[in-house]
């Protein structure tokens, strides 16, 4: 069951003083030609999540969080549980909070469950990023800061997945007092580019690589028109696989879902473009800097075992952070979109962080699939 509390989408329409950039000019989908060219709409995404929430099992509520600058943050939230501190979701690069759909009643048993679109991506306010990486990563966790302060959330169990994971851990380590326990799934931007690397690289990727840098990663989705949700389709059809639990029309609207989450105004990807450098690196990597996380943070790294993000960083960070409890698990079968792929297993790890007195201490009860790395202990 959803629960709307603000169906009206942000105000962009208006050039605004931002704390955090400046809202776009036009509205959340421009007005010349090129964009009207799409075939997407505000209206659109909002049916396609509606779609997606159908799926939801427990009751939530939707609604905007207004910052003090006039953006507008797209929040989901769960009844409230007594006395807990609750659990915080950030979503990936080019994604939004109806990629959780399969995750919200499983994890909010336990705490109280918050999900947003971070600032530049889905239904949020598409605000202007600065083009120095320092700078547009310091916007995007000032936004989670002042959206948290909005909502009185005194402290949080943050679980981020991908790029949400570089942004909760660029957030725990300016604001330590409000992080109980990072969940990382997947995390980008850990590790640094070997300098050898581009030698290694064949000449056509470097080419290729060159001749795109110009561009927001997405721009090919949108220049396509009317052919973009096709290409959408084509080219993460995988999608369907793993929200296989859907009914075949959810299925497709997970596909619809992507394509117009990504269609309008490129402003986060423009944000991530500005913090990512060469070949998808991080041009701040976090390991170089995940030495000072406060040592009462708990941190928990979830990978997929056919992920193609560097495993090795979850070990590095052990090593780098002697005085924390961290724990780097591999779900077998699981890709980068681990919370999808196995999301049993997924769900079994966190409820252990998120409920830890109703779990034993006897490893052997774990699964299989579930590895501790580096030893190969299979551990809670």
């Known amino acids: 069951m959803v629960i709307s509390a603000d169906n009206k989408p942000a105000a962009f329409s208006k050039t605004t003083e931002l704390q955090v950039g400046q809202t776009s000019t036009s509205s959340w989908f421009s007005t010349n030609w090129l964009w009207n060219w799409k075939p ?30 006039g953006s507008k943050i797209w929040t989901v939230m769960t009844s409230k549980k007594k006395s807990t501190i609750p659990l915080v979701m950030v979503h990936g690069f080019g994604g939004g ?62 679980l981020g997945h991908s790029f949400g994971g570089y942004l909760s851990t660029a957030y725990a380590l300016k604001y330590p007092n409000r992080v109980k326990s990072l969940i990382l799934a997947d995390p980008w931007g850990f590790p640094e580019r070997n300098p050898s690397q581009p030698r290694q690289t064949p000449l056509w990727i470097r080419v290729l690589v060159n001749l795109l840098s110009p561009f927001n990663p997405l721009a090919l989705v949108r220049v396509a028109g009317p052919l973009g949700p096709g290409l959408v389709k084509k080219f993460r059809s995988d999608f369907r696989e793993k929200f296989q ?14 394509y117009h989450c990504n269609a309008a105004h490129p402003s986060g990807e423009a944000g991530f473009k500005s913090i990512s450098g060469p070949l998808g690196y991080a041009y701040r990597p976090m390991l170089n800097r995940i030495g000072k996380l406060d040592s009462n943070i708990q941190v928990t ?26 724990e780097v698990f591999s779900i077998k079968g699981a890709g980068h979109h681990v919370y999808a792929d196995r999301p049993q297993l997924f769900h079994q790890i966190i409820g252990n962080i998120l409920n830890p007195q109703s779990h034993d201490d006897d490893v052997t009860n774990q699964p ?13």
């Open 40 to 69: 997407t709409s505000l209206q659109k995404l909002q049916q396609a999540e509606s779609q997606l929430f159908s799926y939801v099992k427990c009751g939530v509520e939707k609604k905007f969080v207004e910052l003090k600058n």
């Open 245 to 258: 639990v859907l009914d075949d029309e959810k299925e497709t609207q997970i596909l619809d879902y992507i």
């Open 301 to 326: 790294f979830i990978y997929g075992a056919r992920s193609w993000m560097d495993q090795n960083s979850g070990r590095m960070a052990q090593s780098l952070l002697p005085n924390n409890h961290v």
């Open 97 to 158: 909070v109806g990629l959780w759909v399969m995750n919200y009643a499983n994890l909010s048993q336990y705490r109280q469950l918050y999900a947003f679109d971070l600032l530049g991506f889905g239904q949020s306010s598409r605000t202007q990023f600065t083009s120095k990486a320092e700078m547009a990563e310091e916007e995007f966790v000032e936004s989670i800061e002042e959206w948290r302060n909005s909502l009185n959330i005194e402290s949080m169990i943050l």
């Open 368 to 380: 299989d699939d579930i590895i501790n790395q580096p030893d190969d202990i299979i551990s809670n």
